[in-house]
């Protein structure tokens, strides 16, 4: 129940910063959900790393994805479950698979929402991703990669790991002072072991890679500041 609030809230404050207009489940969240029943699957393993403030790491809260319609982008969140959650063992740090349900049509993956929490703070970042992508098939399961964020202290100039507000939370975690470094990496080869495991509904069905490209500092501070 807890849990359930505390998501709601931390996705409602991302609404308020991105301009989303939706929020959405992610596909499996329900055991009884079929492959058959939805549109494409895109799914994307996600792992976030504070070496900066290493007592807050961030934990995955929602995927904003954008579609482009016209000349304007229209903003949805994918929120973030408990069925995703990935516990390594030994590790500092979870990683969450996510999955997105997605019509033909162009997007981007905007952004990834984690909170870093250690009672009583709680800090919100947010990865700057900017990624292109092209849905072409109605429906499939896709790979987009696995993606790893790791926080450290910011140089001058650099986008931040999250906003200045509240002041207090966001300087303890590190979210005001640090920067994401970000790799996006085709790691199929282990990931498609942890997503069967995880959804046991994708059975031995074909899985297409659509692997997001390379992640430009540059380009993503561009595109952050309009």
Known sequence: MMRSVFTALCVSVLLLVTGCASQR????????????????????????????????????????????????????????????????????MNSYAARMELEPGEYRLRVLHGTGTAFPIIGQFIVPMYAPLSVREPRGLFYLGNVRATVREAKEGEVKAGGAIPVLDQAISGASGGTFDVVIADAWRTDEAVFRRQFPVLGSLPVRKAVLPAWDRARVAQEHSK
């Open 25 to 92: 489940p992610m596909p499996f969240k329900e055991a009884t959900e079929k492959v058959e029943d939805k549109k494409a699957i895109y799914l994307l393993m996600v792992t976030m790393e504070n070496k900066y403030k290493p007592s807050f790491h961030p934990q995955l809260v929602s995927v904003i994805v954008d579609r482009k319609e016209g000349d304007k982008w229209e903003g949805a969140g994918y929120v973030a479950d408990m069925t995703g959650v990935v516990v390594v063992p030994g590790a500092a």
